[in-house]
């Protein structure tokens, strides 16, 4: 792995890169004399990444463990009540420090408690998974679903940094890749269309240089956030693929006769239907959409859809937060790398991109 990756400045904090990271941490810590560390993990990364992690860290301070089941169904207000209360009884004050080392689940999660407990202590995540690296740890949101209702509770709020290193991939099962790769490939598709050319033939991909690919994805997403750190604008870009993304995501959550998806995997449905919709607004053409949709169908599995499921889909669009004025909006592609945010789509084109989709 390089390490000649430069840090990246975002709002009020750096994201570091592999060696990089660790020593940024260690600084950071002579620096602010915390009373606690605590590391936050669920089963999965207890055992596999923070055995990579606590060896490296130099302090005295006392280093606290507190984890949690892994997924998404314990990303929920409960799982905060019972961190919070952790935190408590180990004697956590003001003067903490919460390290998130996780996917997504756990920096968002994480991200909120630290947030709300004491009315705020300071917190580093520590990203694991590639979707976690590319997209969550980075930009500030973080938060909770409320039931089956992604991410409706939650508070817009920096870390002190952000630690990207790529040696934690190692353990990642292949499906949790893909589904960060869906992230990295809307990157392209919103902003960079050589950066989308280059996943165009996934067998053609140097893996060895994903280090990069990792990196030019966070410029990327700093790049938007900065410009707009609490989404009135610039920001809604990377909603594409999301608005019908989180729906279809919140309703196989939900379903029980359904399996659950991977956040990418709902992310990539949610591009192609939404790519569908650009094409039928005259913002992208055929060989574009094709493009779109050809690429995304070769790597994801394709997911069925019953009338019934689009109808109770669209349904669950009413409840995304990101209807404003009771109007669904959609960030669209106008052409590759390119993004219109606020368009308005009718339902009935909602669901014929869902039968183009089927077909
Ligand atoms: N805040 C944001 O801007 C933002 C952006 C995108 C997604 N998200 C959120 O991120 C979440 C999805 O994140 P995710 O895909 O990372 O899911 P996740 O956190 O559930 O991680 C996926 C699985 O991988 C395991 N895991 C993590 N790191 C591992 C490692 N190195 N080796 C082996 N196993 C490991 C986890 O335990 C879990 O089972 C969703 O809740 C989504 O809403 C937030």
Redesign the pocket.
């Known amino acids: 792995m390089s390490n000649l990756l430069p840090s990246i400045q975002a709002n009020n904090y750096q994201v570091h890169f592999n060696e990089n990271g660790i020593k940024a941490l260690n600084t950071h810590l002579k620096e602010i004399k915390y009373s606690t560390i605590f590391i936050l993990v ?4 207890n055992e ?2 923070l055995p990579k992690l606590v060896p490296h860290i130099e302090t005295e301070t006392t280093l606290e463990i507190i984890e949690f089941e ?3 169904h314990h ?1 929920n207000i409960e799982t905060c009540i019972q961190i919070w209360t952790v935190l408590t009884e180990l004697g956590g004050d003001r003067k903490s420090l919460i390290i998130n080392l ?7 999660l994480g991200g909120f408690v630290a947030s709300t407990f004491k009315r705020g202590v300071n917190f580093i995540n520590i990203p ?2 590639l ?2 690296m590319v ?2 740890s980075v ?1 500030g ?2 938060g909770v679903d409320l039931g089956n209702l ?2 409706q509770i939650g508070v817009i709020n920096v870390p002190q940094m952000v630690l990207i290193d790529s040696q ?2 190692e ?3 292949k499906n ?1 890749m893909k ?2 790769l869906a ?1 990295m490939l809307k990157h392209g598709l919103i902003f960079d269309k050589a950066y989308w050319e280059k996943f165009l033939d996934l067998k053609i991909l140097d893996f060895t240089d994903f280090d990069a690919l990792i990196y030019r994805s966070v410029e990327i997403k700093n790049e938007i956030v900065i410009q707009d750190p609490t989404e009135k604008n610039i920001r809604k870009a990377l909603n594409f693929g999301h608005t019908l993304g989180h729906a279809i995501e919140s309703y196989f959550l939900e379903n029980e006769n359904k399996k659950t998806l ?3 995997e709902a992310i990539a449905v949610g591009m192609i239907l939404e790519s569908y919709i650009s094409l039928h607004k005259n913002l992208i053409n055929e060989d574009e959409y094709f493009q779109i949709k050809n690429t995304l169908k070769s790597i994801y599995t394709d997911i069925i859809f019953e009338d019934e499921d689009i109808e109770q889909i669209i349904e669950l669009l009413i409840h995304d937060k990101k209807n404003e004025y009771g109007n669904i909006q959609f960030a669209l592609i106008e052409g590759i790398g390119k993004i219109k945010i606020n368009q308005s789509v009718e339902n009935e084109l909602i669901k014929k991109s869902f039968l183009d989709y089927k077909s």
């Not at 669920?42 to 990364?45: A, E, K, P, R």
């Not at 996780?102 to 968002?108: E, L, P, S």
């Open positions: 669920d089963t999965h990364t596999y990444c892994p997924g998404e990303k996780g996917g997504g689940v756990v920096t968002d694991t998974t979707l976690a997209d969550a930009g949101k973080t992604k991410n934690y991939l353990t990642l099962p949790e589904s960060g992230e991977l956040h990418g």
